[in-house]
């Protein structure tokens, strides 16, 4: 049997089609199948999610009410917390980790009848945009198994893509979630800040990160975020703003929607295929009724630097808890050693080279000499770009451009040059600087014997995610593109 | 502002980052860094006279009252410790006071 979305999932088993374990066994099954070539899994909790299974037909036998993902399995990313079970961030200074709490997005999912399957590789820390920083290997693109499936949540899209499961989540910091989506074919999306809630994610920069669903369809991605979102007293971040249903979003109908187009921006640097694909997405919103905007975003172009001060400092912040005392990895310490050589030598050890990078830069940019010309100008230049998106928010009710500029990369072509590999989130981070709520979405395909999947992204005002989803699946209904099956 | 970074600037960033690099890595990280810094120094050029820096986008006030609340157990949050002592709710650390 085919995995197919989680609504039709949770349609068969509520009529009795097919049982929640039933679902739960093909899910692992092709799980099995497909990890030695991708490697999408860091680990598989096959017992817990049988037992899970079992409860939810428990639970349909004896009449009860099921929730809105009853049954449906659900990767999650190896930064979210679940307790007991192993949770890396695909790093060696957590392999041994087993945390003691879940996190706030575990509870919400499996009360709403979900049952996760495992736990999905991504870069270390989620830092990276290609899955090669993680300790366990990359993970492999489920459409070409030499290309990149993106990052940093590339285990998730590609688990997703490669239907091991109808949904999973990622954390997006700078495009973490997005970007990955793209590379895969599949649906990402990135909430407002501060719409769902981050506690049980294992913190990379906390005034960017925020969890999200990837997806196979934009309807699946409402559904999801539905049960997500809201407020949490455990992250103080998150949101006191109502939730909507955001299914109710779903009309099919775009007409008189403004769309904004950054054309200066998007005019340099975007590859020919990208941007065929991305024109042809335009034409698509115009044919629905969508009116087309010009827009002007004029520091989205300082947006690289400005994220990477801003989130490597944070991150030199959060990642100082690593330090071989409270968990994780530690390295052997003689009589005369300090505690300081132990943690500086339980860092050097336990850390990746990524990783290490963007503690360095981190440090130094907040470091005595270097933090008002580096840090607090970039929290400045912050500013100056959230009231560009505000300006643009006047004439336009969401923002298009495309997810990457470049269709997914080989394996291996950019790791000798970190700078190369961030100049690629140009069209992702300036979102999270801005706290902005995205979704990419399929819209296209290169050319070859082996097409890799393009993307493009729409990007609401805060807390619209409604409009946001709405002129999504208005594309997508139109257009082939989500119904693509990878070949894995 | 022109960056220029030296082995000793990143051996000093290394110690306040509690890293104890490889000369291999100090020598690779002096150019990347560099490199990065260089990249990032285009920031500084943007007039941001009288502009507030944004540090969150909060759109509501996160403060809140500092009570009390039933947190996790001491030995829970001792049992993932390489060297810990859970029933004592101690880590075990290298000498600190000579």
């Given amino acids: ?488 | 502002m022109s960056t220029t970074l030296t082995i000793e600037d990143v051996e000093r960033i290394a110690k306040l980052a509690n890293l104890e690099l490889t000369r291999e890595e100090k020598a690779l990280f002096t150019k990347q860094l560099a490199d990065i810094l260089a990249y990032a120094e285009q920031v500084q050029a943007v007039d941001t006279t009288g502009v507030e820096a944004t540090a969150h986008v909060n759109a509501h006030d996160s403060e809140r009252s500092d009570e009390p609340k039933p947190s996790l157990d001491v030995a829970e949050a001792v049992a993932n410790a390489p060297d810990g002592v859970p029933e004592a709710g101690l880590f075990r650390v290298p000498r600190v006071i000579g």
């Fill in chain 1, 1 to 488: 049997m085919t995995l197919t979305t989680a609504r039709e999932i949770r349609e068969a088993i509520v009529s009795g089609k097919i049982s929640a374990v039933e679902i739960c066994r093909a899910s692992l099954t092709r799980i099995e199948q497909t990890n030695p070539t991708l490697n999408a899994f860091n680990h598989v909790v096959a017992e817990r999610a049988i037992a899970q299974a079992t409860s939810i037909d428990a639970r349909r036998a004896a009449g009860a009410t099921l929730g809105p993902l009853a049954g449906v399995p659900v990767a999650l990313k190896d930064n979210l917390c679940v307790k007991g079970v192993r949770t890396t961030a695909s790093s060696k200074i957590l392999d041994t980790f087993h945390p003691p709490y879940s996190a706030t997005v575990v509870g919400k999912l499996e009360s709403a009848g979900a049952v996760i399957v495992g736990k999905t590789n991504c870069d270390e820390f989620a830092m990276g945009s290609s899955n090669e920083n993680s300790a366990y290997g990359p993970v492999r693109n489920p459409w070409a198994v030499e290309h990149t499936p993106g990052g940093s949540s590339g285990g998730s899209a590609a688990a997703v893509a490669a239907q091991c499961v109808p949904l999973a989540l990622g954390s997006d910091t700078g495009g973490s979630i997005r970007q990955p989506a793209s590379f895969c074919g599949v649906v990402g999306v990135k909430p407002t800040y501060g719409r769902v809630s981050r506690y049980g994610l294992l913190a990379f920069a906390s005034s960017l990160d925020q969890i999200g669903p990837f997806t196979r369809s934009v309807s699946d991605a409402a559904l999801a975020l539905s049960a997500l979102a809201g407020r949490d007293p455990m992250d103080s971040t998150s949101s006191l703003e109502a939730v909507p249903d955001f299914t109710d979003a779903l009309t099919g109908d775009i007409r008189g929607v403004r769309v904004g187009v950054p054309r200066a921006f998007v005019a340099d640097g975007v590859d020919n295929v990208v941007r065929r694909a991305f024109d042809g997405a335009l034409d698509v919103l115009c044919d629905r009724g969508a009116t087309l905007v010009d827009i002007e975003l004029p520091h989205a172009r300082y947006a690289i630097p400005v994220y990477y001060l801003i989130c490597t400092a944070e991150a030199s912040s959060n990642l100082a808890r690593y330090d071989g005392v409270k968990y994780g990895h530690r390295s052997p310490t003689s009589k005369d050693d300090t505690l300081t050589t132990l943690y500086s030598r339980t860092r050097d050890e336990g850390f990746g080279a990524e990783v290490k990078r963007r503690i360095m830069l981190g440090t130094y940019v907040l470091s005595h000499g270097y933090y008002d010309a580096f840090y607090l100008k970039a929290q400045q230049v912050r500013t100056l770009l959230r009231r560009d998106y505000e300006r643009a928010y006047e004439v336009a009710d969401v923002i298009v451009m495309p997810t990457s500029p470049i269709p997914p990369f080989k394996l291996g072509e950019k790791t000798d040059d970190p700078l190369q590999m961030y100049l690629a989130d140009i069209f992702t981070v300036s979102v999270n600087l801005a706290g902005l709520p995205g979704v990419s979405v399929p819209c296209g395909f290169t050319a070859g014997a082996a097409p890799l999947p393009i993307g493009f992204q729409v990007i609401g005002r805060m807390f619209d995610e409604v409009t946001m989803l709405r002129v999504a699946d208005a594309y997508e209904r139109a257009t082939p593109w989500a119904k693509s099956v990878a070949p894995v």
